[in-house]
């Protein structure tokens, strides 16, 4: 053969591959096979590499095995996660119950495409309880979507009963469980249909890679979530699989350290004069404390404050005051990050005043003195600005 053709099959690896720590990261979206017989085998996904190779197949069964679940699917973020098992699971017709507390983006996707599809959204406040929110649901349901703790004011819904009382309606239960990260609660044991988490958080925890899960423990369901993802052509690069599953590794004690420099936050926070009051469920005292001691194993490092009032100038001032926490909208790195959430709170359905400016911490693995210090020097800024 010439130079030209053997340059092009020059190369490829011959025998297996040397047996490292890690999945290899295989690169391709051509998939060589065996025979004529297997171009068209439906039973083998593996005609495609944008099906996921061997990376992604490590981290799916890592997650599962993490999530008690028969499968789980990956998506290029959190919110295509969540935006992407709400399109395979609902369909023209259905209704979805959305607690109010949801993740703004989610939000978004429900009021602007859901709805354009002829899926009905329905807002219900966190408190409603179980048997309301269930019994009072109309035959046109066909799923509940739960985050607890909930968005930037963390309040606690009763998961299993929800859970258990939407099962004998025939209604799906779907759950964000990013503040669980699927180890501090698990979803699917306490009866939920489908556990959703942005990876891109704890399970990633260096806040530089991009991805989401859903995980079911039902066979069934986790079929048309793969389905779901092969219709709408999503993909996760071999990359961005191998960095998650690297994190993966690690969560555990992530978790524990920055779940305890987030108490000690909390409560050295409950103590300053300027602060009005906490909200973080694993504080105890605090909201929905009972339902979290009840159902999880341990708190990640994200919470809320509530400042005394004062004008919206010593709430800037105070967040311009602090230098080793930052000032940015995402969470679950290795980093503290703080920010206001206020204007967020306004799409709500069911808002409530929390008596003064709500300030949403993530709380990462600094020395805790170096962060109360940096608080400390943000809430004098902030009294010097309250008048």
Not at 60 to 80: I, M, N, Q, T
Not at 113 to 142: C, H, I, M, N, W
Not at 275 to 294: F, K, M
Request: charged share 20%; net charge negative; glycine share 10%.
């Amino acid at each position: 053969m010439s130079d030209q053709t053997r340059l092009i099959h020059a190369g490829k690896i011959a025998g297996a591959l040397v047996n490292t720590v890690g999945p290899p990261i295989q690169k391709g979206s051509t998939v060589l096979l065996p025979d004529a017989a297997a171009l068209y085998d439906d039973d083998n996904y593996l005609t495609y590499g944008r099906a996921g190779l061997s990376a992604q197949a490590s981290l799916r069964a890592a997650l599962a095995e993490l999530e008690g679940a028969a499968d789980v699917a990956l998506y290029p973020s959190g919110l295509a996660a969540i935006s992407g098992a709400l399109l395979a699971l609902l369909a023209a017709g259905d209704e979805i119950l959305v607690v109010d507390s949801i993740y703004k983006p989610v939000r978004r996707f429900c009021d602007n495409v859901l709805k354009r599809f002829g899926v009905a959204v329905t807002y219900f406040d966190p408190a409603t309880p179980p048997e309301t929110l269930v019994g009072e649901a109309s035959p046109q349901v066909r799923m509940i979507m739960l985050e607890s703790p909930g968005s930037l004011s963390f309040e606690m819904q009763d998961t299993p009963r929800i859970a258990a009382l939407a099962r004998d309606r025939g209604i799906l239960t779907a759950i964000d469980n990013t503040w669980g990260a699927g180890l501090l609660f698990k979803p699917l044991d306490h009866g939920i249909d489908v556990s959703l988490q942005a990876l891109t958080k704890y399970v990633g925890g260096h806040s530089d890679v991009f991805m989401g899960s859903a995980a079911a423990r039902d066979p069934k369901l986790a079929g048309k979530l793969a389905d779901g993802i092969n219709h709408l052509g999503w993909a996760v690069s071999g990359e961005d699989a191998y960095a998650m599953l690297r994190g993966l590794r690690t969560l555990p004690l992530r978790l524990d350290r920055q779940g305890a420099n987030g108490l000690a936050i909390a409560a050295w926070l409950r103590d300053q004069p300027e602060v009005a009051s906490i909200l973080h469920p694993a504080l105890p005292g605090c909201p929905g404390h009972d339902l979290w001691a009840r159902d999880f194993t341990g708190a990640c490092g994200l919470f809320s404050f509530v400042l005394k009032p004062a004008p919206e100038a010593a709430v800037d001032a105070f967040l311009d005051a602090l230098s080793v926490f930052g000032l940015g909208f995402s969470w679950g790195g290795f980093e503290s990050l703080a920010i206001s959430c206020d204007p967020q709170l306004k799409v709500r359905r069911y808002a409530k005043s929390y008596g003064g400016p709500l300030i949403r911490l993530h709380v990462g693995l600094e020395a805790v003195d170096d962060l109360m210090a940096d608080l400390r020097r943000a809430l004098d800024a902030y009294a010097k600005h309250a008048g």
